[in-house]
Each structure stands twice: as structure tokens, then as C-alpha cells.
């Protein structure tokens, strides 16, 4: 069985003070219908586990009722931080679940072939992760004010969603990451450490996340365009 879990418990402060932005308006859905969507339509996918903050099941659920999304969903807790929420996630898996899809509630343009490809890379790999190739020059700074060394470019990726894993690889990593007390900032980061090779899946098509005000035009264009060519 392969499953979608989808991470859907952060406020997005980015936003802006009082602003959800899992339930800003994309072209008629709220972000995490369009999100929630992508993974109800893909073959590939058996159900679907959402984690939110406790106390607004209610929303979510009258949402997938409204836009008529059919896979069986599961809810679970969201945590402290992404990681844990993860964790709740897993906890929640239903029974036979080999391969988990985790994916950014807020990332609502994603290819369903990257989807698919993931899991059958991880199906194979252990590990599989969307990215697409930094196409700008990147420089580090350690003082945040000045350039302390060129970053070789052709050499770095952007890491997106979804993050796929066998089921057994991604709770092996996120336990030894959590004995340690390690604060994750991706699940391929707990892979990496346990050793456990994440294989990337170059995204051919934009897969952006939905973050900032300024980020809404764009998505918006994106899902236009989408439509546009169904």
C-alpha cells in the first residue's frame, strides 16, 4: 500500500499575522484542496494521512466532503516542530502501508509523475526525494553580510515534496533522529543520518510552495495554466 501523508499543522507566520495559509483562495479552493487533490486523483496512491493542529479536524474533513476526494483519510496530531508532526503521521499509518509519500500541505503544484517516480524509486531505493537544479549563482555568507566562499552550482539541488520512503526506512531514520535529540529540517536529513542514500527525482515542471503574499500570483498563473491544458 502506498500513502500520501501529508503535512498540514503549521501556522505559515510568513504570511502574515491571522493568516492560515492552507485555507487561502487558489483559483477557487482553498491551498490544501489543491494539494490534497494532486494526491486523490494519482493512481499511485492508496490513502491519504493528514496532520493538523488539534481542534480543526472538523475543517479539513468538510473540505474533502465539499470537493468530493474519495481515498480514505486518516488524521493525526500535529507536533512541536515538522518532525514530530511526521512522526504523529507515521503513527497513523494504516495497517499494510509499504510506502510513504510526505508531502507540504502548501505545496499545491505537484506533477504527479514526480509522484509516481518517487515511489518507484523508493520502492527500490529506500529513499526518494523531489528537487529541481539551483540555477542561480549561490554564494555563503557566515556572518550574513559578506561572501565567505562560492557554492559550485551545477553541484546543488533545491529540495522539495514529495519526500518518499519505505515506510521501515523513514521510522528507522526519524527514531534515531529523535534518541539523539537532532532537529531535522527535512525527512532526507534523517536519512542522511543513518547513512541511508536518498535518491533525487528531478521535478521537470515547477513544484513551488506556498509561502509568501508574493507567491500567491504565480501559483495562481500555475494552476490556471494546468487547467488550461486538461
Known sequence: MNVALIVAA?????MGPGRDKLFLDLNGRPVIAHT?????DA????????VVRQGIEADFARIGKEFGFRKPVHFAAGGAERQDSVWNGLEALPAGA??????????PCTPTAVIRESINVAREMGAAVAAQRISDTVKESIDGKVISRHLERKLLWAVQTPQTFQVSVIRKALAAVRAKGLSVTDDTAAC???????QLIESA??????????????ICQLLDRESTHD
Do not use: H, M
Open 36 to 40: 490534497w487533490k494532486r494526491f486523490d
Open 10 to 14: 503549521g501556522k505559515g507566520t510568513r
Open 43 to 50: 493512481d499511485c496512491i492508496d490513502a491519504i494521512v493528514l
Open 205 to 218: 515542471e515547477p513544484n513551488p510552495k506556498v509561502t509568501l503574499p508574493s507567491d500567491i500570483p504565480y
Open 98 to 107: 509499504e510506502i510513504v509519500a510526505i508531502q507540504d500541505g502548501a505545496r
Open 192 to 198: 542522511e543520518a543513518i547513512g541511508q542514500p536518498v
